[in-house]
């Protein structure tokens, strides 16, 4: 399936979501949900080139296929993404600087960082920095924790 | 009135006046270079600070604020890709690209000059145009904001992406995403699913932060990734503990806008003066919508449009000059009638309050010295902007030089913290990541990011000036075409779409 196949078929399936379910369900009243009416009606203009355009695209034999280094690579960037989530959960619990400074230098392990001074320097700095500049001087409260 | 214009200057060019105007301008950048920290929001902080400063040495630092936290705003977004203030999206579409070349240097300049540039011109706009500026502004009404978004919208979806269609899919969901929260016209809750953070929608610097900044660190990282696999699998020789790439060699010449460049980005710059200017008469249509236009007609009219979005130092330039261009003619409302064309205009008015000055028609008569005490200062706060961004940018931009690990280790927690700053507020933690996800996947389907953003900013203000204009002319829809504003801008709307598609189509075949 082509790129503009792939899109449409998702478009599709966003429309459908809103005019079904969100639309009817998390909208009161049928003058509340002109707009978004009207906006899933006319997303649907695109959604149809774009099906047709990837069609007569297939049609011809363009093929894009995606190369196993690839997958790996995108699964390997996006798993910044759910120690991103555990992150913000623990700033909850320890409080923003601790849990900043630990993840600084989760990521900095996770990209592969030379191991200098600055390596074990970088995860102090930053939010020394930051608690000194938007803390202390700007006054601006960040979550605290059961350290800090 | 030339006796006025001395009194004013006299009023001015006080060492302490002087002083206050450097310090709020020093202030606004350092601010301004911080994600998630405004000029606004740099007005607020220090706000209090100037009751205790005498009328003009409080202005003088409040305008400095507003001057250097505009151009501080375009630092980290050449540098990180995260937009220090909403405006300066626009500016990370080229600057990051040249950052990225080891070109940081230039970029920054590139953007000091423009800036500089065009708020002196938007500057003398307010100065010698305030009256008949000031009658135009006054016949727009809902009808005219219609059309006038219409327009924009229009542009923007054929004229920023490579495919018409898939633009009109990013202005779309960029409609779509501004319609979640409250409903403008009913009060009701409106696609929230539950969820009472959601009320006020999405906010747009959590939003801005995710799409451009984050979601760009999750697409770097994977091509470091994919080219450190390509290599094992050639069995070519890995470093294993670079796998993040080589840094960009550090040049002068590459820090350095040559006299050349400059010239070369001026008709560039101007042509953006205007574009920004005309968006500043229109109260509320804002900075983001004068820099991306600004940025999309440079591209169209570019010899080599090819290069925007790669590095284009015209991209740089058109984007700041853009945003730069609105802030002049947005103080017209404010100083010719009294009303604040936008926020920034609104806390200034509150500090003229404060030391007893009502702008207004009056306010000439009553007190024409310190009016044009106001522009002069206006115009200093733009020399202090110069020469403290020249000397500022000269040690921000080693940053760039740090590796990428670093690099994108900061990015990630700046971007966290841009977003928790503004509300403090996780939920927006959250909102960023999630839109870091969303911007990642419609990268891959090539859609132009900053037109969704535009797009749902844009898209309240839509929604609410359309209501309005049907409710006053009792759902006639003719209204739209019976006022010659914004019939204009409907038939302009007509024009450039036929005009943008058959460009599209000619570079196609080419």
């Not at chain 2, 405006?87 to 080891?102: F, R």
């Not at chain 2, 200062?377 to 931009?397: A, D, E, H, M, P």
Request: overall charge positive; charged content about 10%.
């Amino acid at each position: 399936m082509n790129n503009d196949l792939k899109l449409s078929v998702l478009l599709l399936f966003f429309c459908i979501f809103l005019w079904f379910y969100a639309i009817p369900y998390h909208i009161k009243g049928t003058l509340q949900a002109l707009v978004p009416r009207g906006l899933t009606l006319s997303m649907m203009v695109p959604c149809v080139l774009l099906f047709i355009n990837g069609l007569s695209s297939a049609r011809a034999g363009i093929k894009h296929p995606l190369p196993d280094y690839q997958i790996r690579a995108s699964l390997t960037a996006l798993a910044i993404v759910p120690m991103m989530f555990v992150y913000l959960f623990l700033t909850d619990i320890l409080g923003f600087y601790v849990t900043t400074s630990l993840f600084i230098f989760i990521f900095m392990l996770y990209f592969k960082a030379k191991k200098s001074i600055s390596f074990y320097l970088f995860p102090i700095a930053v939010p020394l920095i930051v608690y000194v500049i938007i803390g202390r001087i700007l006054h601006f409260p960040f979550p605290e924790g059961l350290f800090f | 009135m030339f006796e006025q214009v001395l009194s004013g200057l006299n009023m001015v060019l006080v060492p302490q006046n002087l002083m206050w105007a450097a310090a709020g301008v020093t202030f606004g950048m350092i601010l301004g270079s911080i994600p998630g920290l405004t000029d606004n929001m740099g007005i607020v902080l220090f706000l209090p600070f100037t009751f205790y400063l005498s009328p003009i040495a409080g202005i003088a630092m409040l305008m400095g604020l507003t001057k250097g936290g505009n151009f501080g705003g375009s630092i980290p977004a050449v540098l990180f890709n995260i937009p220090g203030t909403p405006q300066a999206m626009v500016t990370c579409l080229d600057g990051y690209p040249l950052a990225q070349q080891g070109k940081g240097g230039k970029a920054l300049k590139a953007a000091l000059y423009s800036s500089v540039v065009a708020d002196a011109c938007s500057d003398l706009i307010l100065i010698f145009l305030a009256a008949p500026v000031a009658l135009v502004a006054l016949k727009i009404g809902p009808p005219e904001y219609t059309s006038i978004i219409i327009f924009s919208l229009a542009v923007i979806s054929i004229a920023a992406s490579e495919h018409p269609v898939r633009g009109l899919v990013a202005v779309l969901l960029g409609l779509l995403l501004g319609t979640v929260g409250t409903d403008p016209g009913f009060g009701t809750p409106r696609l929230i699913f539950h969820v009472i953070e959601l009320a006020d929608g999405f906010h747009i610097m959590p939003m801005v932060i995710g799409m451009l900044a984050f979601s760009e660190v999750l697409i770097q990282l994977e091509k470091e990734f994919i080219k450190s696999l390509v290599r094992k699998f050639s069995n070519m020789m890995a470093d294993p503990d670079k796998i993040l790439g080589s840094e960009n060699p550090d040049h002068p010449e590459n820090h350095r806008l040559s006299w050349s460049e400059f010239k070369s980005i001026l008709p560039t710059i101007m042509r953006s003066t205007g574009i920004g200017a005309t968006i500043g008469i229109i109260p509320g249509i804002g900075t983001t919508v004068g820099s991306y236009l600004s940025y999309i007609m440079a591209k169209q009219s570019s010899k080599n449009p090819k290069s925007f979005g790669k590095g284009a130092i015209e991209g740089v330039a058109a984007a700041e000059a853009g945003n730069n261009a609105v802030n002049g003619p947005n103080l017209i409302p404010l100083v010719t009638l009294g009303i604040p064309g936008n926020l920034a205009a609104a806390l200034i008015l509150g500090a003229f309050m404060m030391k007893g000055l009502i702008p207004g028609p009056t306010f000439m008569q009553t007190n024409g010295d310190m009016l044009y005490a106001l522009f002069f200062v206006l115009l200093l706060s733009n020399l202090f902007t110069l020469v403290i961004g020249y000397f500022y940018i000269k040690y921000v931009r080693n940053v760039t030089a740090v590796p990428k690990p670093y690099l994108f280790t900061g990015i990630i927690v700046f971007s966290v913290i841009g977003s928790y700053v503004g509300y403090a507020s996780i939920f927006d933690v959250y909102v960023m990541l999630a839109f870091a996800i969303l911007g990642y996947g419609l990268t891959k389907f090539k859609i132009n990011l900053p037109t969704v953003i535009v797009a749902f900013f844009l898209g309240p203000m839509l929604e609410t000036k359309l209501r309005q204009a049907l409710k006053i002319s009792g759902d006639d829809i003719t209204v739209f075409f019976t006022k010659p504003i914004s019939l204009s801008f409907l038939i302009l709307t007509l024009v450039a779409v036929t005009f943008l598609l058959k460009r599209k189509r000619t570079l196609a075949k080419d």
